[in-house]
């Protein structure tokens, strides 16, 4: 594989992580709707909590709720995973072309 197929490959790679990260954020943000203690009351746009969502505070103790941020925390893994390979590749190719 060459080089400049090779890193088409990743930013194909990098546009699906990407997509998977934005699917975490909106579950994220419909996690907050279902929990009282998250609900965002303030009129103002915020920023997803997702540090909230990740750790269980204040998330609804529900089932329902509890398995969409089960969902969410595998989105989140994949992503790491999927950078990780990512860099795990670039890195090989690297060193098979120096």
Do not use: K
Not at 24 to 47: C, K, V, W
Not at 49 to 72: C, G, K, L
């Amino acid at each position: 594989m060459t080089g400049e197929s090779f890193y088409l490959l990743c930013g194909i790679w990098a546009l699906g992580i990407l997509v998977v990260f934005i699917q975490a954020i909106r579950l994220s943000y419909r996690i907050e709707a279902r929990s009282p203690d998250l609900t965002n009351r303030s009129g103002f746009p915020r920023n997803a909590m997702m540090f909230h969502t990740i750790t269980n505070t204040n998330v609804a103790r529900d089932a329902e709720t509890q398995a969409m941020r089960r969902r969410m925390n595998r989105l989140l893994l994949i992503v790491v995973a999927g950078f990780a390979v990512m860099a795990a590749g670039i890195g090989l190719v690297r060193r098979m072309n120096s």
